[in-house]
T-cell receptor, first 114, second 114 residues
């Protein structure tokens, strides 16, 4: 069965510090992997996605993620966090050939301190 | 702004009542999915509609039902509301049902069941 695990419920970082959010997935086939961000009271915004090819993918707002098949991981990184990055981050695996059907993790809440 | 509009934004219902939530998908998008996001959790897939046909369903009881109209807008209906149905309901639209097409999420409807 498909599943996504985000081990860190909450992370606090200082503005300007680097960030890594962890994501592990379980999926029988080649996964389609996504990171979404959700600000309070808002819907989900796509940060980046991986389907195939280069295992290091670049996204919006300076985020990147690396797909590691051997570790079943798709960790999100940013070299220098800005206060506006404070939000909830969700990793998701997409079910192939079925459009917008995703399995989401439980999310990681990011707090940025000055 | 994603072009996906949900209404109403907030709703309070009494246990046992029925509710209808609406989603206007982005122009030209023929695939709509609905998600339930309980407080502190990741979104959970309810079902997906493609060209007015249900095309995938998550682990939700039959009292959760839906419709997609010829203009690709969609409704989520929930009968016999239970307290645990209190959640943020998100819809996502995409062009076609292939996994690599980007899904755009609405801002959600916050349903409170009392």
């Amino acid at each position: 069965a498909q599943s996504v695990t985000q081990p860190d419920i909450h992370i606090t970082v200082s503005e300007g510090a680097s960030l890594e959010l962890r994501c592990n997935y379980s999926y029988g086939a080649t996964p389609y992997l996504f990171w979404y961000v959700q600000s309070p009271g808002q819907g989900l915004q796509l940060l980046l996605k991986y389907f195939s090819g280069d295992t290091l993918v670049q996204g919006i707002k300076g985020f990147e993620a690396e797909f590691k098949r051997s570790q079943s991981s798709f960790n999100l990184r940013k070299p220098s966090v800005h206060w506006s990055d404070a939000a909830e981050y969700f990793c998701a695996v997409g079910v192939s050939n079925t459009g917008n059907q995703f399995y989401f993790g439980t999310g990681t809440s990011l707090t940025v301190i000055p | 702004e994603t072009g996906v509009t949900q209404s109403p934004t907030h709703l309070i219902k009494t246990r046992g009542q029925q509710v209808t939530l609406r989603c206007s998908s982005q122009s030209g998008h023929n695939t709509v999915s609905w998600y339930q996001q309980a407080l502190g959790q990741g979104p959970q897939f309810i079902f997906q509609y493609y060209r007015e046909e249900e095309n995938g369903r998550g682990n939700f009881p039959p009292r959760f039902s839906g419709l997609q109209f010829p203009n690709y807008s969609s409704e989520l209906n929930v009968n016999a509301l239970e307290l645990d149905d209190s959640a943020l309901y998100l819809c996502a639209s995409s062009l076609d049902q292939v996994a690599h097409t980007e899904a755009f999420f609405g801002q959600g409807t916050r349903l409170t069941v009392v």
